[in-house]
């Protein structure tokens, strides 16, 4: 079992930036691919970003509305992850959720094991 408890969010104007974190519980958080998703009012949960670990290095994969704007990045040794966000725009606004999965792919589909219970990020313009 994965406890996942996001924390970051708020309100900045067009082209700030914000750092979400992602706290897990558990002993096997290294085991585990971290994703962010985020979903906007009245829209459907859309992938932002992912990363793996393997045991030596890290991939990462992000959406390409957020891509060279976006950076997940991971701590294994206090079991977070993070979502630093730069150039914020209107359009980025929305509640962003944590994920969590074993399975890399489970991850960038949405069909992860362990949801957070998200964090509101709003850009005002």
């Known amino acids: 079992q994965v406890q996942l408890v996001e924390s970051g969010g708020g309100v900045v104007q067009a082209g700030g930036s914000l750092r979400l974190s992602c706290a897990a519980s558990?002993?096997?958080?290294?085991?585990?691919?971290m994703g962010w998703f985020r979903q906007a009012p009245g829209k459907e949960r859309y992938f932002v970003a992912a990363i793996t670990w393997s045991g030596s290095s890290t991939v990462t994969y992000y959406a390409d509305s957020v891509k060279g704007r976006f950076t997940i990045s991971r701590d294994n040794a206090k079991n977070t992850v993070y979502l630093q966000m730069n150039s914020l725009e209107p359009e980025d606004t929305a509640v962003y959720y944590c994920?969590?999965?074993?399975?890399?792919?489970?991850?960038?589909?949405?069909?992860?094991?362990?949801w957070g219970q998200g964090t509101q990020v709003t850009v005002s313009s």
């Open positions: 994920a969590a999965d074993l399975k890399y792919r489970a991850v960038v589909a949405g069909t992860v094991s362990y």
């Open positions: 558990g002993r096997t958080f290294s085991s585990y691919n």
